[in-house]
């Protein structure tokens, strides 16, 4: 096996099938973040329509990939191609990111939040000042689960027209070469762990080092 070689050899295809994985990557996330946070601080006061909301992302998430960009690509203004694979992909983030945010929310201590409401808080205040803040440690793991996810089905893409490593893959395996096929896969990989290690970096940046040791005490506990 002689994936090395097969990148040397194709260096040019190579770098512009993961240019084109990376930033599909990036643009959904993006879009995930704004859409799927957002919505999970809405939906963080009401109970029944988090429930409503929470349903549909595990039905999503339940879907194999392929059927969703098989249906995506029939409705008109899609078609083949990365606006599909862009809506498919954030469908698919949507489960992970607002169970996340949603379970931060709720898991901060109601002593804190009543605290909060006896300085004279408003609801808005208490959310963006308190809540938030302390609910970042999970939502950080949302994120970061959701980074490698959309990594891994990004590849799929390649069956609706987008030219990414999914394309190394899919073609290796039609052709019966191992070197296309581990070339494809371990820079998908590598990316997934880039992403996942530069997240770890911010997550460490944004999140107060207090926050970062309780969240790990139930580890601690259990050791």
Known sequence: MNFAGFICDNTGLVLEYTANHVSLVIGVLLLSLALWITTGLLISRHARL???VI???NVVFCIPSISL???FMSVPGLGLGRRTATVVLV???MMPLIRSVHAGIRSVDAAVVNAGKGMGMTNLQLLLKIQVPMAWPA???GIRVTVVLITGIATMATFIGERNLGRLIHQGITRGDADMIVAGALIV???ALLLDYLMGRVERIIISPGLRYQ???PYRGSA
């Open 50 to 52: 988090a429930g409503a």
């Open 55 to 57: 349903g549909l992302g």
């Open 69 to 71: 960009f098989g249906l």
């Open 215 to 217: 969240s790990l005490e």
């Open 139 to 141: 939502v950080f793991a």
């Open 91 to 93: 469908l698919y983030a």
């Open 189 to 191: 990989s590598l990316i």
